[in-house]
């Protein structure tokens, strides 16, 4: 069975250009997570979805940062303009049955502000 | 106040002893605790999850679980250079939100 896919794996931009990051989760799973994380930090949830629905986006900064998953099964993140805080490994997990269950982890898609 | 909480290290250990990993959490009602283990430069994977108060226990891994103390932990017995990793602490909060504590790095020394 394949993993969370993620796309690409390195992305180096310059500030206040836009980027975007792709993710497909494990074949069924119906809950979709998008993480960022600094180094030496853990993980930090941006945004939940279950299905097409984003149930959590509480900590997804608004102004620049947007997402979709509008078939409820692959998902793009997108920071438009970038900053330079914004560099760090961007996360995609996904789980069977929400929070409670497992989540799977893709390689995660590492940012460079320049 | 953070939500979750944990001793950054790195805590070092000889092969063969048990290594303790510690986590508190502000949310006295959470209900779902995990213990993720993270390689450098890879993405977290679950190592155990616990609810209920007391200890579970899965080969030489055991979580321990006081609601009381809002404190989890994670003992590794017979450590191996292999259990070298950053151990990361997470909670499902009574909101249904998910938090990671900042990670406990391990050094198993052979």
Redesign the interface.
């Known amino acids: 069975e394949a993993g969370v896919v993620q796309s690409p794996r390195y992305k180096i931009i310059e500030k206040k250009q836009p980027v975007a990051f792709w993710c497909n989760p494990i074949s069924g799973h119906n809950t979709l997570y998008w993480y960022l994380q600094n180094l030496g930090q853990g993980p930090e949830l941006l945004i939940r979805y279950e299905n097409e629905e984003a149930v959590d986006d509480s900590q997804l900064p608004k102004d620049r940062f947007s997402a979709e998953r509008l078939k409820g099964v692959d998902s793009t993140l997108k920071i438009q303009p970038a900053e330079l805080g914004d560099s760090a490994v961007y996360l995609c997990a996904s789980s069977l049955a929400g929070d409670t269950d497992t989540q799977y982890f893709g390689p995660g898609t590492r940012l460079t502000v320049l | 106040q953070k939500e979750?909480e944990q001793n950054?290290g790195p805590l070092s250990v000889p092969e063969g002893a048990i290594a303790s990993l510690n986590c508190t959490y502000s949310d006295r009602g959470s209900q779902?605790f995990f213990w993720y283990r993270q390689y450098s430069g890879?993405?977290?994977?679950?190592i155990m999850?616990i609810?209920s108060n007391g200890d579970k226990e899965d080969g030489r891994f055991t979580a321990q679980l006081n609601k009381a103390s809002q404190y989890v932990s994670l003992l590794i017995r017979d450590s191996q250079p292999s259990d070298s990793a950053t151990y990361?602490c997470?909670v499902?909060n009574t909101g249904?939100?998910?938090?990671?504590?900042?990670?406990t790095s391990l050094t198993v020394i052979p």
Not at chain 2, 42 to 46: D, H, I, R, V
Not at chain 2, 96 to 103: D, P
Request: charged fraction near 10%.
């Open positions: 979750v950054s779902s890879k993405s977290p994977e679950l999850f609810y990361l997470a499902l249904n939100q998910f938090y990671f504590g900042t990670g």
